[in-house]
């Protein structure tokens, strides 16, 4: 299972919010290239970049700090965030993003989203936000009336094969990420699915690989609060992702 430790930007600088309020952030680093960079020392592959002013106004702020972070690290780099035109995507892409992630644009014109797919192909992810199954747009701001797994079946239905889950009530709230849902929304839709939100400890992240091991279509997870809160390190992190049981010989591992 792949681990994606997450930066979020607001203003230029890494922050985190709770449950997706911009008022309710704290500011983690002013140098987000720096975090960047840490994250690549201490062994990540991966790297979630949130635009979080793209995503509230649909005007991206933060393409300089995104541009630094790419060219500065060999980590493959996903970014979302109010991407809202084909143009937009594209010109991400040009910057050396790995995978695009469009969210509020798969539940307004999904037609540009399968348009994505045909240019992109597996370079395209949708953000699929939910609040009690119900998913949430313009950075988790507005609410719809669109149930969670029926955006995903409509996303693979234009060629989308995978998608960012997160359950917005237990985002940056430490409270552990809610994994029924996760599993429920892999199962039935076919498509690999990387968990976020409320990911507090290493046994929320061996809880994910344990599903990703029996077959569940769980890609990754994504984890930013408590990386940056020291719940846990990254290497601890990196290896929970990588957790296989039938290989321990000492019984469960505690925290």
């Known amino acids: 299972m792949l681990l994606f430790p997450a930066i979020d930007l607001k203003e ?11 008022e309710d952030s704290t500011v983690y680093a002013d140098d987000p290239v720096e975090v960047a960079k840490g994250f690549e020392r201490q062994g990540a592959s991966h790297l979630h970049v949130v635009d979080l002013n793209g995503a509230f106004t649909g005007e991206p702020v933060n393409d300089e700090v995104i541009r630094k972070i790419v060219g500065s690290v060999s980590l493959k780099v996903q970014v979302g965030g109010g991407i809202r035109t084909l143009e937009r995507i594209t010109e991400l892409l040009d910057l050396g993003v790995e995978r695009v992630i469009l969210g509020t644009i798969a539940v307004k014109n999904p037609q540009l989203v399968a348009e994505a797919a045909r240019c992109y192909g597996e370079r395209i992810v949708v953000g699929i936000d939910a609040l009690g199954g119900w998913v949430a747009v313009h950075g988790w701001a507005e609410a719809t009336e669109m149930q969670a797994i029926n955006l995903a079946l409509a996303m693979k239905d234009v060629g989308i094969k995978s998608v960012v889950f997160t359950d917005i009530s237990r985002d940056g709230m430490l409270s552990g990420p809610n994994i029924e849902s996760t599993v429920h929304l892999a199962q039935k839709s076919g498509l690999a699915v990387i968990a976020s939100g409320g990911i507090s ?7 994910l690989q344990a599903e990703h091991l029996k077959g569940v279509s769980i890609e990754g997870a994504i984890t930013g609060k408590a ?5 846990f ?20 591992r505690g925290e």
């Open 12 to 22: 230029g600088k890494a922050v985190r919010l709770l449950q997706g309020r911009m």
């Open 201 to 207: 400890t290493l046994a929320d992240l061996r809880h």
């Open 227 to 231: 990386l940056y809160s020291g719940a």
């Open 233 to 252: 390190t990254l290497q601890e992190a990196l290896e929970a992702a990588r957790f296989n049981p039938s290989e321990e010989n000492n019984g469960s």
